[in-house]
């Protein structure tokens, strides 16, 4: 067993051995190459006009006193195409009253004037009671 062993490292040896170095290829200039004309660079499309420098889209602010306060809210979402998603309202009483349910409520007055321009960056605030109490 013990010269089998023997037998196996020195193969092992014998095939770890040192190789010389390939003698570097060269590849002959080819005499017939064909130069191709190039063609000019794609340009980039022109860069699409930035909020920036694009008008911002405005609307005219509806008189909203009256409505169920959801009812406002889903009427200047609709307005804007939902690019005016949130507006705020308070208690017109000056109860300090959240309004969790917004259907239960009804629009007081409105911090932006009927008729009045308004962007996405609007903020819209809504002045509202219970829609059982009448407005202060």
């Given at each position: ?7 196996l ?114 903020k ?13």
């Open positions: 067993m013990r010269y089998v062993w023997l037998a490292v020195a193969a092992a040896l014998t095939a770890c051995g040192t190789t010389t170095p390939a003698e570097p290829t060269t590849v002959p200039p080819t005499a017939s190459r064909v130069e191709r004309p190039t063609e000019p660079a794609p340009q980039p499309a022109p860069p699409a006009p930035s909020a920036e420098s694009a008008p911002a889209a405005q609307w005219s602010m509806p008189d909203l006193v009256g409505a169920v306060l959801q009812d406002a809210q889903d009427k200047i979402q609709a307005l804007t195409d939902r690019q005016l998603l949130y507006t705020g309202s308070h208690d017109a009483t000056g109860k300090k009253r959240n309004q969790v349910v917004d259907s239960n409520w009804k629009v007081c007055t409105q911090n932006v004037s009927a008729g009045t321009p308004i962007a996405a960056d609007t819209i605030d809504f002045g509202a009671v219970k829609v059982t109490e009448s407005c202060p």
